[in-house]
């Protein structure tokens, strides 16, 4: 299959070239030329253990991997994972869902498709014949960092670079980063938010002189953020397999229609479900869920897109973003799939900080997307809540999507099964969980996640007690006009 830009202006190339590029030459994202229609093999993947539906989904748009190689990469990627199958799907009440995707290496969904990327990426090079070392330039609201660094680590031929805003992340997620290993690992603290992180990456990402230069060195620049396409792929799997996991233990029957809550930053992960409905998985509603930074809730009620707006340090940091990237991929479907409309629009977007679609376009959106937010109380106030009524603690990101589709499921009449994916381990984001909890501050994110076992009784997961005793390697705090500087500093 071929994949082509949003903006048109790039070649059309084949998955290996587009994940191995991760952005295109003209600044649009990749895209596939078509939607593969799964709908004949649903039921042969109801049959399937997990890692052999994401092979058979990222199989039908990456015909240029192997086959039996991709499924034993997917195996690989999978058994990474604490259970067996990693993203499994807990009922809390009559017809509502939790799936939890945070049981990877990093406790955060982002493992789903980083413990993979890596795999899909180095493939993507060789088949594309692309000789150079590969320096991955990641932005980060948290997350992504921390997945993209433990999936990148002593990789051979690659280099991986990490920018977080150094007040934008919680102290877990910090020391997350700071503790890396590997040999061919960075991270620097960038002095802004994770718009200005993901606007310095962008940048160096669309340097032709700095791209010339990398080039005589022998490097090529390459993303690991959601606008790579091997990052969004494997993120279409786990809708597949949710409702797969459904049709199996008898919760709905196939080919029933089921609602997916997504809490949402960058747009990448509710986007994969976009493309899993449009390959014919049987979803109803996708509903997108903000904190207080709430330009997607706002751009699905009136059509406009407005970034110029207060940014809001909220406690589910990962989805503090103004500029969510892959709604690029979103619109340009919307347009039907016009470039140089979607390229007016961005171009509009990074000019004035906004652009609008038409009300056609808004029709079709809200068709297929419900989109409301939750302010810090009612996060608080939802995490409280769910713990007292079913004993389950959700983190800050995952409790605004619960609040979202309690708002959404009070006034509809739509009675489907509906799936609020669960992003985070609640122990990422342990001061606040437990405040909300207990009504206790305190300060050191370690005591607070003992505190919080003693209140919930939820085991801490290793990978959060380690980190104490862990060496601290990056401490390195820059501002965003060094950047550029720092990632030549790496290389040297
Ligand atoms: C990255 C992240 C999100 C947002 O996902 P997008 O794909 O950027 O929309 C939500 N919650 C958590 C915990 C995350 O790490």
Do not use: W
Not at 181 to 207: L, P, R
Not at 225 to 252: H, K, M, W
């Amino acid at each position: 299959m071929n994949f082509i830009s949003t903006r048109g202006k790039d070649q059309v190339i084949n998955g290996a070239s587009a994940i191995a590029k991760g952005l295109a030459d003209d600044g649009g994202l990749f895209v596939p030329e078509y939607f593969p229609n799964l709908s004949d093999r649903l039921k042969d993947l109801l049959e399937m253990d997990y890692a052999e539906r994401a092979a058979t989904v990222l199989g039908s748009f990456l015909e240029e991997y192997d086959k039996a190689e991709l499924l034993s990469a997917c195996q690989k990627a999978y058994a990474k994972f604490e259970d067996e199958d990693p993203a499994p799907v807990v009922r809390t009440d009559d017809k509502f869902y939790i799936m939890e995707l945070f049981h990877g290496p990093t406790l955060a969904f982002k493992d789903v498709a980083l413990t993979l990327l890596p795999y899909l990426l180095r493939k993507g090079c060789d088949i594309s014949g692309i000789k150079e070392e590969v320096l991955i330039l990641v932005a980060t609201s948290g997350d992504t960092g921390k997945a993209a660094l433990e999936g990148f680590k002593d990789q051979e031929g690659i280099k991986i670079m990490v920018f977080y805003p150094s007040e934008g992340v919680s102290d877990m997620q910090k020391a997350q980063m700071c503790t890396q290993e590997g040999n061919n690992v960075n991270v620097v603290a960038v002095k802004g938010n994770f718009d200005d992180c993901q606007t310095a990456v962008k940048k160096i990402f669309s340097s032709k002189d700095f791209n010339f230069d990398l080039k005589k060195r022998g490097v090529v620049l390459s993303s690991a953020n959601s606008i790579n396409f091997g990052r969004l792929a494997p993120q279409i799997t786990y809708y597949f397999s949710a409702y797969c996991d459904l049709v199996n233990s008898g919760e709905i029957n196939f080919s029933d229609k089921v609602n997916f809550v997504v809490p949402t930053g960058n747009f990448g992960n509710i986007l994969a479900g976009y493309y899993a409905k449009k390959m014919g998985l049987p979803i109803d509603k996708l509903i997108c869920a903000s904190n207080s930074n709430n330009v997607l809730t706002e751009f699905f009620a009136g059509g406009e897109y407005d970034a110029n707006r207060e940014f809001f340090k909220t406690m589910s940091p990962s989805m503090d973003i103004l500029i969510s990237s892959n709604l690029e991929r979103l619109v340009f479907e919307l347009s039907n799939r016009d470039a140089a409309l979607t390229e007016s629009r961005m171009n509009e977007l990074k000019k004035q900080g906004k652009y609008s679609i038409t009300e056609t376009e808004l029709e079709k959106l809200n068709e297929e997307f419900f989109a409301d937010f939750c302010d810090e109380d009612e996060c608080l106030q939802e995490i409280y809540d769910y713990f007292e009524e079913y004993g389950y603690v959700l983190d800050p990101h995952t409790s605004v999507a619960v609040k979202v589709a309690k708002n959404f499921l009070s006034f509809t009449e739509n009675q489907n099964a509906t799936v609020v994916l669960s992003t985070a381990s609640p122990y990422k984001f342990t001061q606040s969980v437990l405040k909300a909890i207990t009504g206790k501050s305190v300060s050191d994110a370690f005591k607070g996640a003992d505190m919080l076992m003693n209140e919930t009784a939820m085991p801490i997961p290793t990978q959060i007690s380690t980190l104490k005793t862990k060496e601290k390697r990056f401490t390195k705090v820059i501002d965003k006009t060094e950047t550029l500087n720092a990632v030549i500093d790496f290389l040297e």
